[in-house]
């Protein structure tokens, strides 16, 4: 399998959607020439030309509701959003429209609609350009929330996305652009609403998504020297949720730490965390951990920003809390 960076799995992704099916069309600011803030449609405006690839006015609210259009048209319409703090510019045409004209429609209209939007903090952007939401979106009805950790996850999410029938929020984190990992030669897929056990444990299970991933993995092999097991699950999907796998591990483990980079408050290690604790209650040898943002703006100070944030240390200390009879305790 070669390696290649995550987002040059992204622009394959879109690329072979492109080829394969002429209804996929890209909107979005600066996706032309520019290839993207972060490349990710470099190079598309040249096989595609300017019909396929349409350079839109800065108007969130103007292109997705085009987006909408043509998808209830026939089209499969892949929007981008510059900065996923922008998606609040266009929530009634994403949130009240698209998410519910299925139903509304009783099921005569699809919104096969793709919204690209990278999230997280990155190089002190501050507080409107830096936000996690995939809360948010979690939280619609008729949405559905897929959050890529690695080169490989990404070019298969977005590749199901895309054919999928109804509106799907794929999120990437502006830290993981440039990670390289392997892909799979050929087509490739990853079903929506699955997600992967990365890393096999039998003291504790680490549920996260996104770049927290990442940040899982290296807590996971840094409690080794500890003499913690972590098993580590990469949701991939939010919205289908894969219940199945998370309460699979947890039932293993007994114990639990949810990571999400998102504030932590009402958010999506809530929601995973009283899953949990309804369906494993009588089995967990502790309360399930909780890892997130702080309930506050992120700010721009590189130093605040990294307390905002989870780090490491962070997962280690939720963890080994979780777990009083390690020998670090």
Sequence with gaps: MPNISYAAALNLALAEAMREDPKVILLGEDIGPLGGIFTVTEGL?????????????LSEAGFM????????????PVVEIMFSDFLTMCMD?????????????GGQASVPLTVRAPIGARNSAAAQHSQSPQAWFAHTPGLRVVLPATPANALGLLASAIECDDPVVVLEHKLLYQEEGPVPSGRHRVPLGKAEVKREGTDLTLISCSRMTQVALVAAEELTSQGVAAEVVDLRSLVPLDRETILESVARTRRAVVVDEGAIDYG?????????????FGELLAPVGRVGALATPVPFSPPLEKTVIPQVEDVIAAVLKCVPDSPAR
């Design 65 to 76: 509701g085009c987006g909408i259009g043509l998808a209830l048209c026939g089209w499969r």
């Design 93 to 105: 045409q994403l949130c009240n429209q698209a998410a519910k004209l299925r139903y509304m429609s």
């Design 45 to 57: 405006l040249e096989e595609f030309g300017l019909d396929r690839v349409r350079e839109t006015p």
């Design 268 to 280: 999506i290690t809530a929601e995973i965390a009283a899953l949990i604790s309804a369906e494993l």
